[in-house]
């Protein structure tokens, strides 16, 4: 029987938790790895900067780390067992950015991918080869796909007293702790820009299409952003399923509120569904939407923008709920 072949749209911590869930999941439902459906990510890149010379991006390595088993749990990104003797010596040189620190190991993988990227190799390249090198060499049970090989990075709006100005979207969030206000979140180096074959091609020949719990401004909507996404979705035969990273009103992590907040919309679960629009209406995207059984009364407000949407436990805990959450997303995708 042909295998089945799972897409799912990612940023950072929410989009790995979730897709280790999808892992454990499909493990679980299918014992044989001959049968098990292939998992490909495709990951936002818009966090990424050059740092210290290095290029450094954020939403891969918080999927790498994670799907290695090699993430730091506690603080959401970076390797556990980290030491900083590195980064103390950047910033007594006041090379790079003294408020985002990275690891000596962090560095280890900046370093290689860097040094990758001068070969010649695009970033989905380096990707391929920095995955390749976990468990023993058996690499990830997930396939990562940048959203594209150019350098698009979100950029904020900010005013800090000198008028108007951008600011890169980690400057914004680690810095200042999105606490700046802003009205404008501008992906520079999008003009330009396309996304890969390999993300048109994950797409097509998807059965289905997930929307990770992931901040829907600066990660799932950045990698909807690139030329080329949309309209390989629009093409898809694929059910789009997409997951609430509102709960109650609430970000389940991260500050989506003030992403949300700035470009005008409510945080709310219904809100993001209609952001994200109904795929059967004009340029929406999703199929399905699921909410949190505490947001079960939106469930009509979003079935009447043309989204079939179901209540389910969206709070991802513990591995346990991780897993029946990518559980009830494969179940909801296999009634289109
Ligand atoms: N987040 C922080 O709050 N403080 C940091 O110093 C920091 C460093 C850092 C280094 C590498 C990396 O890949 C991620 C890092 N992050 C840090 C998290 C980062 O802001 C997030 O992973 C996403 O970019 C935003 O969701």
């Known amino acids: 029987m042909q295998k089945q072949n799972l897409v799912v749209f990612v940023g950072g911590v929410g989009g790995a938790r979730f897709t280790r869930g999808l892992v454990a999941e499909l493990e679980r439902r299918h014992p044989s790895p001959a049968e098990r459906p292939n998992v490909t990510a495709i990951v936002n890149t818009g966090d990424d900067a050059w740092i210290a010379g290095l290029r450094v991006t954020p939403d891969l390595d918080s999927m790498m780390y994670t799907l290695a088993g090699v993430n730091d749990e506690q603080r959401g990104w970076g390797r556990a067992g980290e030491s900083e003797r590195v980064s103390a010596e950047l910033a007594a040189y006041g090379v790079g ?34 995955t390749a090198r976990w468990n023993d060499g058996a690499g ?75 901040n829907p401004v600066v990660s799932i909507g950045t990698i909807l952003a690139v030329p080329g996404v949309r ?68 469930v009509s407000r979003v079935e009447a923008l043309g989204i079939r949407t179901r209540a389910v436990p969206l709070w991802m805990k513990d591995a346990a709920s991780s897993a029946a959450l990518a559980g009830a997303a494969l179940d909801f995708a296999a009634e289109f």
């Open 97 to 130: 950015w003294p408020w985002f620190t990275l690891g000596d190991l962090d560095l280890g993988t900046h370093i290689a991918r860097t040094a990758m990227l001068r070969e010649g190799l695009s970033l989905t390249s380096a990707v391929e080869r920095l």
């Open 231 to 298: 309209e390989a979705l629009a093409a898809a035969s694929a059910p789009v399923i997409g997951v609430s990273p509102i709960i109650a009103g609430r970000v389940v992590r991260g500050m989506a509120d003030a992403c949300l907040s700035a470009i005008g919309v409510e945080t709310s679960s219904a809100a993001v569904a209609e952001f994200y629009g109904a795929r059967r209406r004009r340029n929406g995207i999703l199929d399905g939407w699921l909410v949190a059984e505490e947001d079960a009364d939106a």
């Open 140 to 214: 990830l049970p997930v396939r990562l796909l940048p959203m594209t090989d150019s350098e698009v990075e979100t950029h904020v709006e900010v005013d800090r007293g000198e008028g108007p100005e951008l600011i890169h979207f980690e400057e914004w969030w680690v810095r200042y702790r999105a606490a700046l206000p802003t009205t404008r979140f501008e992906q520079v180096g999008l003009q330009g820009a396309s996304t890969t074959w390999q993300v048109r091609e994950a797409i097509e020949q998807a059965d289905a299409l997930l929307l990770a719990p992931s």
